[in-house]
C-alpha cells in the first residue's frame, strides 16, 4: 500500500515521525496479541501496533503547524488532516512492524473524548479496515490508554495504581482497580484544565501555538517565587470539600492580572520568571493533590499520563514528592506523553487478553465520554 494513497503527498509532508521501540519492562511479554491501534483525537493521527507488551511500531502525524496562526486547534482542519493522514499513517506503521493487516489479531481506535468530526474520520477508517480483514474491534477511552502505555516502559499494575491524567483538556486522578474492567474517577478538574491554563497564559504572554512548550523552556530561567500565584482547592473549606479536585482559572486570571498591570504601569514583563511563577504553581498542586491522594487511598503506585506530563516542571515535583513519600511514579518517555497510536493498542491489547467482548459493529463516537467508561462495551 503506497504511502500516497490517499493523500497525494509523500508522508514526510505530513510532519509525521515514526517513534524509537520502547525499551522492553522485565516482564515483556513477545507472545501476546497483535493490537493496530488508531488515534484520532484532536490534531494526531497515530497508529501504533503492539505484541503482547512490546511496541513494534508507532507512527505519528501532526497538523499542529496548521494550527499555529490561529491560535488553537481548528476541528474542521484536523478533521481534514486526519482524511489525508490517515492511509499513510497505517500503512507506515504496519511496514514499520514488518506485518501485514490479516496477520493483527484486533484494531483498538479512540472513540472519545475528543472533537467529534476527528474521533469519525478514525472510527470510520478503524471500522472500514476491522470490516475488509474480519477482525474484531474496539472503540475505547484515550484517556484510559494515557494510563495503559505506560505497561510498555514498565509492566502491569500493582494493586491500588492511582493514575494522574493531565492534558490541554483533562486533569483528574483516576483509581485503576482493573485497567480492562474498571477505573474509578477520585478527582478531576472544576473549570480550566492545566493545560488550557498554559495555552491561555502563553498567548497573553506572546507565545505561538502551543504554547505549553514555551513556557516550560522559559520556566527553566526564572524565579519561581515571583509572583505569588493561587493554589485554588488545597486549603480551609475548599480544600476539605474538594480534596483531590483541581481548579486552575483563577491561577490563570492572577498572573494574567499581574502582567496587566506592569504593562499599565510601563513596566517590563520579566517572562522567564511569570513562567517559572505560573509552573512551579501549577506542579505543586498537581503532585501535592496526587501524593494526598495516594496517602489516603493506600497506594504506592502513581501513573502519570497525557501531553501535559511532559512538562519538566511536573515531572520533578512528582519525582520528588514520591521519593518523599514512598510512592512510584511512573512517567512515561516524553514521546509517550501526548496523543499515540501505541496507548490505543495497548488498552486494546489488555481488553483483549481479558477476554472483554469487542464492541458492536455499529458503536458510535463520543465526544464527551466519561472517564469511568473503558470502552464502548
Avoid at 201 to 224: K, N, Q, T
Avoid at 290 to 298: H, P, Q, R, S, T
Wanted: with cysteine; aromatic share 4%; glycine share 10%.
Amino acid at each position: 500500500m503506497s504511502e500516497r494513497d490517499i493523500a497525494g503527498q509523500p508522508l514526510s509532508q505530513a510532519h509525521a515521525r515514526t517513534e524509537a521501540p520502547v525499551q522492553k519492562p522485565e516482564t515483556a511479554d513477545d507472545d501476546g496479541p497483535i493490537i493496530l491501534g488508531i488515534e484520532s483525537t484532536c490534531d494526531e493521527t497515530a497508529a501504533g501496533i503492539v505484541r503482547g507488551r512490546t511496541l513494534l511500531a508507532n507512527v505519528v502525524a501532526s497538523s499542529m503547524d496548521q494550527h499555529a496562526r490561529f491560535g488553537g486547534v481548528i476541528p474542521e482542519i484536523a478533521s481534514r488532516a486526519h482524511a489525508e493522514a490517515f492511509v499513510p499513517v497505517v500503512s507506515r506503521a504496519l511496514e514499520d512492524a514488518d506485518l501485514d493487516l490479516s496477520q493483527i489479531d484486533a484494531i483498538a481506535v479512540s472513540a472519545g473524548p475528543g472533537l467529534a468530526g476527528c474521533l469519525a474520520v478514525g472510527v470510520s477508517g478503524a471500522k472500514a479496515l476491522a470490516l475488509a480483514a474480519n477482525k474484531p474491534i474496539y472503540g475505547i477511552n484515550h484517556v484510559i490508554g494515557h494510563i495503559a502505555v505506560t505497561q510498555l516502559q514498565f509492566g502491569g499494575f500493582p494493586d491500588g495504581t492511582l493514575a494522574l491524567i493531565v492534558s490541554g483538556g483533562h486533569t483528574s486522578l483516576l483509581r485503576v482497580h482493573d485497567i480492562a474492567r474498571s477505573v474509578e474517577v477520585v478527582g478531576t478538574t472544576l473549570d480550566d484544565a492545566a493545560g488550557e491554563c498554559f495555552d491561555k497564559v502563553a498567548r497573553l504572554l506572546g507565545f505561538p501555538y502551543p504554547g505549553g512548550p514555551h513556557i516550560d523552556r522559559h520556566a527553566r530561567s526564572g524565579d519561581p517565587h515571583a509572583l505569588q500565584v493561587p493554589r485554588a482547592l488545597t486549603k480551609g473549606n475548599a480544600g476539605r470539600r474538594h480534596p483531590y479536585d483541581f481548579s486552575f482559572s483563577g491561577v490563570k486570571t492572577a498572573v494574567a492580572r499581574w502582567v496587566e498591570e506592569r504593562k499599565a504601569e510601563g513596566k517590563d514583563v520579566p517572562v522567564d520568571d511569570v513562567c517559572a511563577s505560573l509552573a512551579d504553581a501549577v506542579a505543586d498542586v498537581l503532585s501535592g493533590k496526587a501524593m494526598k491522594a495516594c496517602e489516603n487511598l493506600g497506594a504506592d503506585t502513581l501513573i502519570v499520563g497525557g501531553g501535559f506530563s511532559a512538562n519538566s516542571q511536573l515531572r520533578h515535583a512528582l519525582l520528588e514528592r514520591g521519593r518523599r513519600h514512598g510512592v512510584e511514579v511512573r512517567l512515561p518517555r516524553r514521546q509517550l506523553c501526548t496523543d499515540n497510536g501505541a496507548m490505543v493498542a495497548m488498552l486494546g491489547s489488555n481488553l483483549l487478553e481479558a477476554g472483554m467482548p469487542p464492541s458492536p459493529e455499529s458503536f458510535s463516537i463520543d465526544s464527551a465520554m466519561p472517564l469511568d467508561q473503558i470502552y464502548m462495551a
